[in-house]
């Protein structure tokens, strides 16, 4: 864009300076169309009203002349023959002087008939054709200098409009040049924390489109609006979902004991959030969230599993029965018991569920036998 507008300005500096010599330029030619125009139209006048007068008057004296020396010389010869026969001179003598005569006279005819052919050519064709000659000229001048007149303006304007073109292009190559830097301010992108970068978008869990944003990432490729290319992380925590009916177990600040399954030596504390329950719903299940307490392991990075323990309350002097052998039908819960060797359905209310185990309050007694699902007993 720098580029174009020097080109631009470049162009409007040759377009002004163009004008300047274009204004005097035309003062000169005009003063030259009008000077040839009145030169011709002087010059043909002057022909028409003097000289061809003359030419032709020059003309007519120089056949008169031409005429007059032939008789003269005739006359003259004729005096020399009456003149040789009344004296007494040698023949030699009389021979010379007579052939001398009649030469000249014989050159002089021949003079006159070659004279009387250039003067029948010059008369009929040679004059009116200077005559036209001067005429076509006029006219050629006469017709140049209207047709300057009425081109003259037509090239002011052109060269005006040129100019009006080439002040619009340095303008918005102006404004495009500051539109670019303006984005180019916008274009700089920061940021938003400290952290690691990462290739792609870290979504469910997992890393996406890494492979794609390696390959945009190259000098020269494209990429498309709002294409995550690279993640910032400046902090890690552990994400769950938990399903809604339990979410009243893990009220915020809810300590849990977390351990990553690629390095199952490693036991860290973490506390929970508060559970995020617009849009960010997996199925029946809520994400929940606990952050670190303590130093993090440098080990631990974005997409690593881990298992969570949580003791969301304490009971003592309770009933449990594996989950196994609860089932569920038409909302009730139910759990068989072995009453006389077979086993009997009995509904029952239970509480609270810990991995495997699930507390019964009502329905099953201790010491009573209960089918496990999978188990022959």
């Given at each position: 864009a720098g580029i174009e507008l020097a080109s631009a300005k470049v162009q409007l500096d040759r377009v002004t300076e163009d004008i300047k010599l274009a204004a005097a330029g035309d003062a000169l030619q005009k003063e030259r169309v009008e000077r040839n125009a009145r030169d011709s139209a002087e010059r043909l006048k002057y022909y028409t009203d003097v000289e061809m007068a003359m030419d032709l008057q020059e003309l007519e004296l120089s056949r008169l002349w031409m005429e007059d020396s032939i008789a003269d010389q005739q006359e003259e010869l004729d005096q020399i023959e009456k003149m040789y026969k009344s004296e007494e001179l040698t023949n030699a003598t009389r021979d010379i002087v007579l052939k001398r005569a009649q030469r000249s006279l014989e050159r002089s005819k021949i003079r006159r008939d070659m004279?009387?052919?250039?003067?029948?050519?010059?008369?009929?064709?040679?004059?009116?054709?200077?005559?036209?000659?001067?005429?076509?000229?006029?006219?050629?001048?006469?017709?140049?200098?209207?047709?300057?007149?009425?081109?003259?303006?037509?090239?002011?304007?052109?060269?005006?409009?040129?100019?009006?073109?080439?002040?619009?292009?340095?303008?918005?190559?102006?404004?495009?040049?500051?539109?670019?830097?303006?984005?180019?301010?916008?274009?700089?992108?920061?940021?938003?924390?400290?952290?690691?970068?990462?290739?792609?978008?870290?979504?469910?869990?997992?890393?996406?489109?890494?492979?794609?944003?390696?390959?945009?990432?190259?000098?020269?490729?494209?990429?498309?609006?709002?294409?995550?290319?690279?993640?910032?992380?400046?902090?890690?925590?552990?994400?769950?979902?938990?399903?809604?009916?339990?979410?009243?177990?893990l009220p915020p600040g809810t300590e849990a004991r977390i351990t990553p399954v690629a390095f199952p030596d490693l036991v860290?504390?973490?506390?929970?959030?508060?559970?995020?329950?617009?849009?960010?719903?997996?199925?029946?299940?809520?994400?929940t969230r606990f952050d670190f307490l303590g130093?993090?392991?440098?080990?631990?990075?974005p997409g690593l599993k881990a298992k969570i323990l949580?003791?969301?309350?304490?009971?003592?002097?309770?009933?449990?029965?594996?989950?196994?052998?609860?089932?569920?039908?038409?909302?009730?819960?139910?759990?068989?018991?072995?009453?006389?060797?077979?086993?009997?359905?009995?509904?029952?209310?239970?509480?609270?569920?810990?991995?495997?185990?699930?507390?019964?309050?009502?329905?099953?007694?201790?010491?009573?036998?209960v089918v496990v699902v999978g188990d022959s007993k």
């Open positions: 004279f009387a052919t250039r003067y029948k050519r010059m008369k009929s064709h040679d004059i009116p054709r200077q005559l036209e000659e001067w005429t076509l000229a006029a006219r050629e001048t006469a017709h140049g200098l209207e047709s300057w007149t009425k081109t003259s303006p037509i090239q002011k304007a052109d060269r005006e409009t040129n100019l009006a073109r080439s002040t619009t292009a340095v303008r918005q190559q102006e404004e495009n040049l500051a539109k670019l830097k303006k984005d180019e301010a916008a274009l700089t992108v920061s940021a938003p924390a400290d952290g690691v970068v990462w290739y792609g978008q870290f979504e469910g869990g997992s890393w996406q489109g890494v492979e794609e944003g390696l390959k945009n990432l190259k000098i020269g490729e494209k990429v498309q609006a709002n294409q995550p290319l690279l993640t910032v992380v400046s902090g890690l925590c552990v994400k769950s979902a938990v399903a809604e009916d339990r979410l009243t177990d860290m504390t973490g506390k929970s959030r508060d559970p995020m329950l617009v849009g960010m719903r997996k199925g029946d299940a809520f994400d130093e993090r392991d440098d080990r631990l990075v949580v003791k969301v309350a304490v009971l003592k002097d309770v009933v449990t029965v594996p989950s196994t052998a609860v089932t569920e039908e038409d909302g009730k819960k139910f759990v068989k018991v072995m009453e006389g060797g077979k086993p009997v359905s009995r509904e029952v209310t239970v509480g609270r569920v810990n991995g495997d185990r699930t507390e019964v309050k009502s329905g099953v007694k201790e010491g009573e036998d």
